[in-house]
């Protein structure tokens, strides 16, 4: 199966993926495996993962640039490969959904499947070639796994058919509220959409985030600052994010299907003194959302944390005495 070769740098990675990389020494290293990871196509695993999940993540931008974070959901099926270049995906998405604009034929997306009952997760990265209204096809350009690290165990339910919208309408938000500010600090998962302007093709990409609740700080001004803990070290969203700061997050209240969108600017935090205040971090993130969007209901899913399913990955960057609690 071919690697997915960045024709600008001759890499399966692009300048500020390598770029961070290259501050860790690991450049030559990570080539060779990512070689062996990223594909042009959907490995047979794949082709049969994606048909048993009952949602998927995805990225896109819209007409004014902006990133923005969404969850697509169905009944297990509604997602399946034709061919291992291709992927549909049977469902309606709202117009309410600030990432709709974004999801047309001949625009980039990122998607990334994660089943939460296994913590199994893959992504793929590719072109939208059709939509029928209540059908899309994606031509894959990059497919890979990811480990299963700060993964929390869920189980899922459907509230309502995945085929019927929300009743309520979208609320978009000047600032964070009290409301915005809670899901955020309770919040042991997020995802996140960047994205890259790459020898004149736009690279989408969108990533889980996960830790302890309470690992996404907010300022008395609404700045979100992140932990980047180690993981796989391609720096797919922090390469993206040294690239062009535009990105999206998607916080979701998993008991009430409660979709919160955010459109900003994220950077790099350079103080090495801060990160080494946060257990297990390496560097820190920060996102200025310049555009907020709730959606009550958004999401047809309720997905129920599994007592003790912390992964052992957050579990690790608790103080040592936390670590002897009981978890839930």
């Known amino acids: 199966m071919p690697a997915a070769i960045d024709d600008n740098t001759g890499s399966v990675f692009h ?14 290293r990570l080539e060779e495996i990512g070689k062996r990871m990223i594909q042009r196509e959907l490995p047979e695993q794949h082709r049969a993962f994606y048909p048993q999940l009952p949602f998927i993540i995805a990225g896109s ?25 291709r992927l549909v995906i049977s469902a309606s998405i ?11 034929p001949g625009h980039p997306v990122g998607l990334l499947g994660i089943e939460l009952q296994t913590r199994r ?33 869920r189980d899922h339910r459907f509230d309502r058919s995945p085929s019927r919208p929300s009743p309520d309408n979208a609320i978009h938000l000047a600032e964070l509220d009290a409301e915005a500010i809670a899901l955020i600090r309770s919040a042991d998962t997020f995802f996140v959409a960047s994205y890259a ?12 985030r996960g830790g302890m609740p309470g690992f996404v700080e907010i300022s008395a001004d609404g700045l979100l600052t992140i932990p980047d803990y180690r993981g796989n070290r391609h720096f797919n969203t922090l390469g993206n994010i040294l690239t062009n700061p535009r990105a999206g997050l998607l916080f979701i209240d998993f008991e009430t299907g409660d979709l919160l ?8 935090d350079s103080d090495a003194l801060a990160a ?36 052992r990955s957050s579990l690790a960057t608790l103080p040592d005495h936390d670590l002897m609690q009981p978890k839930g």
């Open 15 to 28: 300048a500020g993926e390598i770029a961070l990389q290259r501050e860790l020494g690991l450049a030559d």
């Open 261 to 268: 969108q955010l459109s900003g600017e994220a950077a790099i």
């Open 197 to 208: 302007d790459v020898a004149g093709e736009r690279q989408v990409d969108v990533s889980h």
């Open 121 to 153: 997760r893959n992504r793929l990265n590719g072109i939208l070639a059709s939509d029928r209204g209540d059908q899309y096809e994606v031509r894959v350009r990059q497919a890979y796994g990811n480990c299963p690290q700060f993964i929390r165990l």
């Open 61 to 85: 931008v819209d007409r004014a640039d902006d990133a923005w974070a969404t969850l697509i959901a169905g009944e297990p099926g509604f997602m399946y490969s034709p061919q291992a270049d």
């Open 94 to 104: 709202d117009p309410r959904d600030p990432a709709a604009d974004g999801l047309a």
């Open 276 to 311: 080494s205040q946060r257990i297990g971090a390496e560097r820190l993130w920060t996102f200025r959302p310049h555009r907020i969007v709730r959606r009550k209901s958004g999401s047809p899913l309720r997905l129920i944390a599994q007592e003790n399913g912390h992964s």
